[in-house]
């Protein structure tokens, strides 16, 4: 927790204050002040706190912002209640059931979250704080009585009512608070707006997402200051002319409808930058929509195009496309039009290739041809000199397709062949993706992995579940970043002894595999019981080891059993020697002798 002060200078006049856990910001306009002990052992009312547990007398009743988030509350403490100047309170994930009466006495709070707590009654004195500028009461048993108090807030900028089991929005609400920029109403029952809806004339975004809208709220087409819209998960049949008078709507989200036809006026709508148009009932685009001049964002998945629509290859200032399972079976030469497009989706379609057109999108970052029906790749993959990511899973590939490792920048592959034609083998040309961060090859017929995966030097995950593999190369203990080693339905029976030694390593999955050494019922405990096994057969080995060299030296000095040949020899060795000698010193006097 980190609490912040207004201003340096309402503590820089008592020359003695010491600046203890005091940190400045590099305008020194404003104070963090890291009082995490002192503030929570005040709250729990610890009688037995340590003397420097209080705030400084300086600091009293200066504390702006507080996060008592997840902190098992059941109740707002009575200290929190106290703090006069608090402007902003997180009291969110709690366990809390009433707002007391005391709220009143934050007079300046300015930002409250009392989101996914139990609270079914909203109290009269919350009206009183007419600072009060955010409020969220999102997940909470809310009484629909109880949010007329909320329209008495009335500077309020910003509600979220996410969750609160709403069947209809209160008409108070829409009445008062005329300040409103911010509406969150997702995942509750409405199914319509009431015409007061008209009067939040300041409104700029509104979240209506997983509601029982049948029709599209005719009222939000009078809010002339709407910038975001969201109705994705409703039963939407069409979408109003009217929404083209919208001409401040930046995003608009329709996914999950049964939209059939997009209305030619959206195109007036031309700050438009997102549109989620996805899993409808389109079956054409509107040519119209290449007037969006500045629409980077659109999603067309789960409708059933058949093919891709060549309008929009006009929409030049696109940089993200999802047309994923949309019956595409080929793509057009004018894709090379959208030269910024950066994320494209175009899995779950009936491609058989990699048209030669993607890999003229230079700055293509983000790839996905996840279960259509290819079964080779071009070495023109490697002019995407940007991809980091590249969804190949479910496809009809013969062998594994070399030309992947010619993309240097590849981050995270997929290659799991879930529903596609399972891979035999891993190419040993995987170390030339150097900056390769996830590997997911499951679901294929693997029986081992390339000794050199050692070379992998950044990779975090790497999945090899549901394959045949029997053993594990010694080079994997060798991946130091890696986080997530994902084994389970293989054949392993043993682990590589220095498994242990990968630093960062925080879950490793094992089961539905036949092991015995560690043994499956050792595996079941988890990490740190397999590493324990590890080094404990290792520290075991080394010991044998040391023991096996004495006995041996034992055995060789002693001369018993296969190392008395040994004794034998060396005795021989010694007489001989020693013969030698002598008849050394005979040879050298007869010499001497015949030379005389």
Known sequence: MTVHLASYSQVKKDASFKMLGVRFSNSVMSVALDTNKQVLEAIQNKQDSE???????????????????????????????????????????????????????????????????????????????????????????????????????QHLRELRLYSANLEELPVAICNSLQCLELLGLSNNHLMSLPEETVKLVQLKEIYLQNNKLENFPMELCLLPNLEIIDLERNALKAIPAEIGSLSKLLKLFLGFNSISVIPKSLSRCTKLSALDASNNCLQNIIPHLRKLTELNELALSGNELGEFPSKLCKLSSLSVLYLK?????????????????RVLDLSQNLLTEIPPVICTLKQLEILSLDDNHISLIIPEIKELTQLNYLGLTGNRFTGFPEEICLLESLERLYIGQDQGTRLAHLSENICMLKNLKELYIENNNLECLPSNISCLQNLIILDCRNNLLKQLPEGICSLQALQKLLLQNNRLSVLPDKLDLLPKLELLALEGNPMTDPPAELCSLGRLAIWHFLQERRRKNALA????????????????????????????????????????????????????
């Open 51 to 153: 003397p420097n547990a209080e705030l400084p007398k300086q600091l009293q009743l200066r504390v702006l912002f507080m996060d008592s988030a997840q902190k098992e509350y059941t109740e707002i403490p009575a200290p929190i209640l106290d703090l006069e100047a608090l402007e902003e309170l997180h009291l969110d994930n709690n366990r809390i059931e009433v707002i007391p009466k005391e709220i009143c006495h934050l007079r300046n709070i300015k930002v409250l979250y009392l989101n996914n707590n139990n609270i079914t009654h909203v109290c009269e004195e919350l009206g009183e704080l007419q600072n009060l500028q955010r409020l969220d009461l999102s997940f909470n048993p809310l009484e629909y009585d109880s949010l007329n108090i909320v329209s008495k807030v």
């Open 545 to 596: 080891v040391k023991i096996q060299a004495w006995w041996r030296g034992l055995m060789v000095r002693k001369g018993l059993g296969p190392f008395q040949f040994l004794l034998r020899s060396g005795k021989k060795g010694k007489k001989s020697k020693k013969a030698t000698k002598t008849k050394g010193k005979g040879q050298k006097g007869g010499s001497k002798g015949k030379k005389k």
């Open 325 to 341: 399972n949309t019956a595409i079976k080929m793509l057009p030469s004018d894709l090379s039009n959208l030269s910024y497009i």
